[in-house]
């Protein structure tokens, strides 16, 4: 076991040189750099730009050498925790991307749960219940909720909460806290717009979840030790929960490795909409702007997401299937 | 039927068992007679899909969802001595909880499926000992040693904590029967323990099956479609065919005095070593499609002495060729209704 965990930790570093490498190529493919759409702009609103000013910006960014020393600049600068700049905002990538991912981390998370907390039941009683009126309604409601796009549900619950509620909506924060300090008053009201978005987020997820645990459980409860299970005379609960259940969710635990990239990618139009300072927007707009360092350092933290996502999806799935562990 | 009825521990009359499916009303069991006296041993034998496996689920309420009891009586003698009917018994009541496991225990088919493949042997045999021994941790680990050691598992007590897919198939069945005897049943359903294993294992399995049989006084049902197993295992062996036992008999005058012709014919599908060489016989046809049984004597359409209308139109009656020798069949029917031949 602690062998397959060190050959899995040693197995991330070059899976990982290769995404930067091959990540930082593909934000220099599109024609022209940042500064030529930054030229082009100051151009167009009437300012003359100086050639001297393009080179000596030229240099300073080093957006003049060839592609491997800008890569080889950039990364060994990621390796001592300096991401680069970014043109579009004029600060340092560093400083952009922490307090955007945590408030993201607080998003995901928040629907993540609520996603759980809730398919869990309603498919572990869809599985038992299977036929039942309720198993319908709760199928329906799926895919109800799986059919409806994020966007339209955000749009239907900020019209909700701000005309029926007189609720501040949109974004995380209200006005008079969006620059204040942290504060007990500003986590309460965080968490006073948290719901929204966790709710939206969370509908979609826990759809789709719904139906992968009914099936799982289905897939179960057809086995024959169920039946040795039962013929114990164990309780009806107590034997659900112990065997089948305990199995049902082992497919379950390897999806968790895939929540981790979407804390940055996931949900960018549901957070454009609600205006959510997270980042998906930012990744949205780096990318748009080729705003290259920025953009890279967002897909390199992706990549690495992944990456750790699957060593800890494998390594949940090791502790809860002995089968794995022993091959 | 059995002349000491009172010592019979199950006691099961007119059992009728039917799934009522989408596509219609499936009679899995139409109307199964059988008794098992204490301490003995009885065989169920019958090809696949005739109703053995539902007869043994029917007795522990473990019957599918779609499935129900529709006629007839299962009468228990618990451990205190009294009589009751488990037909009565909601499926998931305490009473039926307290006979299941712990009163009358079963072996599945498939070791490899039966068993958890996420709880350790010891858990899987402990947590019988906790529902009905009410013992603590230190006694349950105690007693699963003893009881892999009796099953013949070595190296017990290291064993016990591995998980049962590090464990051949002979060696998980005999987890599995471990599991079974852990609460000291007086009754063990046996539903085709052998038929996964390799035949030299088979041997094995049933020898030990046996063994704890007698050493435990168990009464024993051992379900099979093989009626080799039987020969050196039960007392009285059980025939059925599509839902009906059509006869029953001491295991000996199955062998050498078959009356009915299904059991005839299962008799000659036996290959034998002896004898001249040849296609193996088979009885012909299949077993009737269960929303279209045939009419009057279930066995009627592949029947090799089929007799005539009385076959096709009428149920044949249960009838005693001696003591402990019962068919169903006309051609043992002395009432004139024989001679109805066209």
């Given amino acids: 076991m602690f062998l397959y965990l060190v050959n899995r930790v040693l197995m991330i570093i ?14 220099q493919l599109p024609p022209g750099d940042y500064l030529t759409t930054y030229m082009a702009r100051l151009q167009q609103s009437g300012y003359t730009v100086d050639q001297s000013e ?42 952009l991307i922490w307090e955007r991912l945590a408030l993201t981390l607080a998003v995901t998370t928040a629907s993540l749960i609520f996603s759980w907390i809730l398919a869990f039941p309603i498919g572990v009683y869809s599985a038992v219940k299977q036929h039942s009126v309720g198993d319908y309604f709760f199928t329906f409601l799926g895919f109800l909720g799986l059919a409806t796009p994020n966007f339209m549900i955000a749009l239907l619950l900020m019209f909700v909460a701000h005309r029926y509620l007189g609720w501040s909506v949109g974004g995380l924060f209200s006005p008079e806290y969006m620059a204040a300090p942290w504060s007990m008053g500003k986590v309460v009201d965080l968490l006073k717009h948290l719901w929204i978005p966790m709710v939206v987020v969370g ?50 635990v390897s999806t968790v490795g895939w929540q981790l990239p979407n804390l940055i990618s996931g949900a960018t139009i549901v957070a454009v909409v609600l205006s959510l300072p997270t980042a998906g927007p930012l990744l949205l707009r780096a990318l748009l702007s080729q705003d290259m360092y920025l953009a890279g350092s967002f897909v390199l933290l992706l990549a690495s997401l992944t990456c750790i996502g699957t060593l800890i999806s494998d390594v949940l799935l090791a502790l809860v299937d002995p089968r794995i562990r022993y091959e | 039927m059995t002349e000491n009825g009172s010592k019979n521990i199950i006691d099961v009359k007119d059992l009728q068992v039917s799934f009522f499916t989408d596509s219609g009303v499936v009679r899995a069991l139409n109307g199964v007679n059988f008794a098992i006296p204490q301490g003995k041993a009885i065989g169920v034998v019958g090809e696949s899909g005739c109703g053995k496996t539902v007869t043994s689920y029917a007795v522990l309420q473990l019957l599918a969802k779609t499935a129900k009891i529709t006629q007839g009586t299962i009468q228990f003698q618990k451990r205190d001595g009294t009589v009751v009917d488990l037909t009565q018994y909601k499926p998931g009541s305490n009473e039926m909880r307290r006979i299941r496991g712990g009163e009358i225990s079963m072996i599945f088919q498939e070791p490899m499926s039966s068993l ?32 892999l050691q009796l099953v013949g598992i070595p190296k017990a007590a290291e064993r016990m904590d591995e998980y049962t ?19 000291e049943p007086r009754v063990l359903i046996a539903d085709e323990p052998t038929t996964a294993l390799d035949v030299t294992i088979q041997a094995q399995v049933l020898q030990l099956i046996k063994r704890m049989q007698e050493e435990f006084n168990l009464s024993l049902m051992l379900i099979t479609h093989d009626l080799g197993v039987v020969a050196h295992m039960v007392d009285q062996v059980y025939v059925m065919y599509r839902g009906r036992v059509v006869e029953d008999a001491p295991v000996m005058e199955v062998f050498y005095e078959p009356r009915h012709p299904y059991t005839r014919g299962l008799l000659n599908s036996i290959p034998k070593l002896r004898g001249p060489r040849g296609k193996v016989a088979s009885i012909p046809g299949t077993v009737p499609d269960s929303y279209n049984l045939p009419s009057g004597c279930l066995f009627h359409p592949r029947c090799s002495q089929y007799i005539g209308e009385v076959c096709r139109q ?9 003591a402990n020798h019962r068919v169903s069949c006309f051609l043992y029917d002395e009432t004139p209704d024989v001679q109805k031949e066209v």
């Fill in chain 1, 14 to 27: 070059p899976t990982l040189i290769v995404i930067s490498m091959i990540s930082f190529v593909i934000i």
């Fill in chain 1, 54 to 95: 393009i080179d000596s910006l030229n240099r300073r960014y080093g957006l003049d050498r060839p592609i491997h020393v800008q890569y080889y600049r950039w990364i060994t600068g990621v390796l001592r925790g300096d991401f680069g700049y970014s043109f579009d905002w004029q600060r340092p990538v560093n400083q």
């Fill in chain 1, 203 to 252: 509908t979609a997820g826990t759809a789709g979840l719904i139906r992968v645990m009914r099936n799982n459980l289905l897939d179960e409860l057809s086995k024959p030790y169920v039946l040795t299970a039962k013929s114990k005379g164990l309780k009806e609960v107590t034997m659900l929960f112990k065997y089948p259940v305990r199995l049902a969710i082992i497919p379950f």
């Fill in chain 2, 116 to 147: 958890s493949p996420v709880h350790t042997v010891y858990d899987q045999i402990a947590e019988n000992l906790f529902l009905h021994k009410g013992i603590n941790e230190k006694q349950a680990r105690e007693r699963t040693v003893e009881l």
């Fill in chain 2, 165 to 183: 897919f590090q464990f051949s198939g002979g060696m998980r069945q005999r987890v599995m029967i471990a599991m079974a005897l852990a609460p």
């Fill in chain 2, 314 to 322: 009428n149920v044949p009656q249960t009838r005693a060729v001696s």
